[in-house]
């Protein structure tokens, strides 16, 4: 049965941002990516089993305030270090996608002491030479719906599907936090790589084989840069394997969590 | 009344047969299209056609920056101002404009602009702009930061040009200690400013501030959309409790005079639709990267998509005054028409577009200057008294 979940908003230094609460047991944080988290993917329903799982939308994402101070990837980080402390996050499991990938390593870097696992899936952040990435800003919508999946059935599913006016404002509301955070460089933080060093926490990196925006050659090289960190790669599979291949994502992520330390 | 010559030097040579499964020129379109033995004949023939506009008696000769395109291949405006600044000996030139977000350093483009006002003694028009949608992928300049940048750069020339130096510039996009710009503009306290817009209440609202007054330019519009936005220019001004004078509204429109009306548009049409069919081809997404506009005007812009990506005919365009095309009685009339109707005060012809060769734009440039240029002055001076 799907886990309930509630809809509250937090504000933290004057920002208000939105989060949604669901399921029991110890604490998952999931960071959305570009698309935002206007609705509870099915993997987090399936989480929320047996997590009690936080899904809050970033600043300048969906119904969450846009602050004046949001600039780039930083702010971003140093506002979730005050959101974790204000609602008061221990030992949380932070599963982050794409752009929330990306945000969780940034979190992590400077202050980890409220997590205890990262899983991340597809994350931007790094950039590798000579792996062709592609131009999310540069694509139609349709063609950024196209290129999200390897399996074009989905695709063709969602874009049969007529969002709403109030979709479309968030998805427009989206694209341009999107851009703030990751037009230059484009989705990546020159200076990320570093200090990726600095987690020491148990990480596993996910990415599907097809990613058409950051190919599965990042997963890798990622991995090198993340002491103590592992990495798969599902075949037959985009950039959101949890969405795309949800069974083998859950799979992976219940095996790496069975084995962190309790 | 100003009567300008404006050039957008086009790579007219483009093949446009090998090019048209290209989804754009902007941008992405190969450079390995370009090329340079065609592009150095091409540079003198605009440059010579620049020059002759001074001859023919046009009062200012316009140049405009556009990056990675076959639309115009004027990466920097500078280099052809500078080349014309020697050249030309009376005519205003008229750089519309440096896109400043697009500079990493602002103060860049108050010396290359102050050198330039130097040199001629003073015939620079300084233009400034955010560069198009397009240019935000081929800088890689964040364009949710574009009007912030903007804003900051101009206020930050601004100050270079009329505050002694050095003094400090603490901004939060430019950050220069030791601002102190040689040399200062000719002009005191600097050349004149012109805003060339497709039209936002936000351009218009700053342009028309009273510690401003800026010329704004509509830039390829239909008649009845530049004169709404320079309605909207006198009615912000009257909002700021002043009177707007025709000097401060202008509008750029491609021009064609043949010898009839029909000649005209044979002699003219496939140029012109090369110009707006092809070179101006330009992606939604390309055109309007997020952060660019406000999501207000986004909306606004998508809803209007279709209109916007119609495909209208060069005779069309020409009832829309998105093209002034016929005899010089016809283009004479029109243009004093929309004068009156408009209130304007400067008139910036495009007689060069697309893939108009040499011999026609010669011919064009020259029917404009003893057909029209002389009864469209008069006829503006008449009405406008001496605003104009």
């Known amino acids: ?262 | 009344m100003n009567i300008m010559l404006f050039h957008l030097m086009p790579y007219a040579d483009l093949d446009l047969e090998a090019t048209k499964d290209y989804p754009t020129p902007w941008v992405t379109l190969p450079n390995s299209f370009y090329d340079p033995k065609k592009g150095h004949l091409l540079y003198n023939r605009y440059l010579d056609e620049l020059e002759y506009g001074e001859e023919l008696g046009f009062d200012g000769v316009c140049v405009n920056e556009h990056h990675q395109t076959a639309y115009g291949i004027m990466p920097s405006p500078i280099v052809t101002a500078s080349a014309l600044a020697r050249r030309t000996t009376k005519a205003k030139i008229a750089i519309l404009g440096s896109a400043l977000p697009l500079r990493s350093n602002p103060l860049t483009v108050a010396e290359e602009h102050a050198m330039i006002d130097n040199i001629t003694g003073g015939r620079l028009i300084s233009g400034f702009v955010r560069g198009i949608g397009a240019e935000y992928f081929s800088s890689n300049n964040n364009p949710t930061f574009s009007h912030e940048r903007f804003h900051e750069a101009h206020d930050l020339i601004i100050r270079a040009w009329s505050e002694p130096g050095p003094f400090e510039f603490a901004g939060k996009h430019y950050h220069i200690n030791y601002v102190n710009v040689w040399p200062r503009p000719y002009q005191q306290p600097h050349p004149p400013v012109w805003i060339p817009s497709q039209g936002s209440r936000e351009t218009i609202e700053f342009a028309a501030h009273p510690s401003r007054k800026y010329t704004y330019l509509q830039t390829y519009s239909p008649f009845k959309v530049m004169q709404r936005y320079l309605q909207m220019y006198r009615d912000t001004a009257k909002g700021f409790g002043y009177t707007a004078t025709p000097k401060q509204l202008g509008w750029l429109v491609p021009i064609y005079v043949g010898d009839t009306d029909e000649s005209a548009m044979a002699e003219a049409e496939k140029h012109y639709e090369a110009f707006r069919e092809r070179f101006l081809h330009i992606p939604f997404d390309m055109l309007l990267p997020p952060g660019y506009t406000s999501r207000d005007s986004y909306k606004g812009l998508l809803a209007r998509r279709d209109s916007m990506e119609a495909k209208i005919s060069a005779r069309e365009c020409n009832e829309l005054g998105l093209f002034v095309c016929g005899t010089a009685k016809t283009v004479k009339e029109k243009l004093i028409g929309y004068v009156k109707e408009a209130g304007l005060g400067n008139i910036l012809a495009l007689l060069q577009f697309g893939t108009l060769p040499a011999d026609l734009t010669k011919r064009n440039m020259e029917r404009f200057a003893e057909g029209v240029m002389p009864d469209l002055r008069k006829a503006a001076r008449e009405f406008h008294g001496d605003t104009a």
Not at chain 1, 167 to 178: G, P
Not at chain 1, 179 to 197: C, F, I, N, S, V
Not at chain 1, 219 to 236: D, N, T, W, Y
Request: hydrophobic share 40%; glycine share 10%; charged share 20%.
């Open chain 1, 1 to 262: 049965m799907a886990a309930t979940f509630t809809h509250e908003v937090i504000t933290v230094g004057g920002c208000k941002v939105t989060l949604k609460r669901g399921g029991n047991g110890p604490t998952l944080l999931y960071l959305h990516g570009a698309g935002g988290a206007g609705m509870v993917d099915p993997f987090l329903q399936d989480l929320a089993s047996e997590y009690s799982v936080l899904i809050p939308e970033h600043p300048g994402f969906g119904g969450s305030d846009e602050p004046g101070w949001l600039d780039n990837m930083h702010d971003m980080a140093y506002f979730y270090l005050d959101f974790l402390e204000a609602i008061n996050v221990r030992g949380a499991h932070v599963v982050g996608a794409s752009l929330g990938g990306w945000l969780a390593m940034e979190i992590a870097i400077r202050d980890a002491s409220r997590m205890c696992a990262l899983t991340l899936m597809g994350p931007s952040g790094i950039h590798v030479q000579g792996l062709k990435k592609g131009d999310l800003f540069m694509w139609s919508p349709e063609d950024r719906i196209r290129n999200l999946f390897h399996d074009q059935a989905i695709a063709e599913r969602l874009l049969a599907m007529k969002p709403t006016p109030e979709m479309q404002d968030a998805l427009l509301k989206n694209a341009y936090t999107t851009a703030r955070l990751g037009w230059e460089p484009r989705l990546y933080d020159p200076h990320l790589h570093k200090w990726l060093h600095r987690i020491k926490l148990p990480t596993q990196i996910i990415w599907g084989e097809q990613d058409r925006i950051l190919p599965a050659g990042y997963a890798p090289e990622l991995a090198k840069m993340i002491p103590g960190s592992r990495f798969h790669v599902i075949p037959q599979c985009g950039h959101l394997p949890q969405s795309e291949k949800p069974q083998e994502f859950l799979h992976l992520f219940r095996e790496f969590a069975a084995g962190l330390p309790r």
